[in-house]
Nanobody, 125 residues
Framework: QVRVVESGGGLVQPGGSLRLSCAASGSMFRINAMGWYRQAPVKQRELVAFITHGGRINYADSVQGRFTISRDNAKDTVYLQMNSLKPEDTAVYYC???????????????????WGQGTQVTVSS
């Protein structure tokens, strides 16, 4: 069983900063990619940023230059440093882990996605 847990949300004024953390735990072969998504009220969930096991990174245009994603593979943890926050960044932020499992009896692999419970980020004066 894989567990994904986010932390670090809260209330911040416009222009402020927050750092989100997300840790995955459980029996896994490897986490291929970890990412952050967000969902604002009455909007669809959208990708914020992701980082692969090898360090390839992708950002949504709306956060490019303000947010930084990083990862500690040894700890199966991903971070999202959010600077210059804007009211439109207000949303529930979800962590996603694309986990690979190995079946050593058959020498095969399969992957599943796991989500955290979400953490609220509110940017308001």
């Amino acid at each position: 069983q894989v567990r994904v847990v986010e932390s670090g949300g809260g209330l911040v004024q416009p222009g402020g900063s927050l750092r989100l953390s997300c840790a995955a735990s459980g029996s896994m072969f490897r986490i291929n990619a970890m990412g952050w998504y967000r969902q604002a009220p009455v909007k669809q969930r959208e990708l914020v940023a992701f980082i692969t096991h090898g360090g390839r990174i992708n950002y949504a245009d709306s956060v490019q230059g303000r947010f930084t994603i990083s990862r500690d593979n040894a700890k199966d943890t991903v971070y999202l440093q959010m600077n210059s926050l804007k009211p439109e960044d207000t949303a529930v932020y979800y962590c996603n882990a694309a986990v690979m499992f190995a079946d050593y009896d058959t020498d095969t692999y399969h992957a599943n996605d796991y989500w955290g419970q979400g953490t609220q980020v509110t940017v308001s004066s």
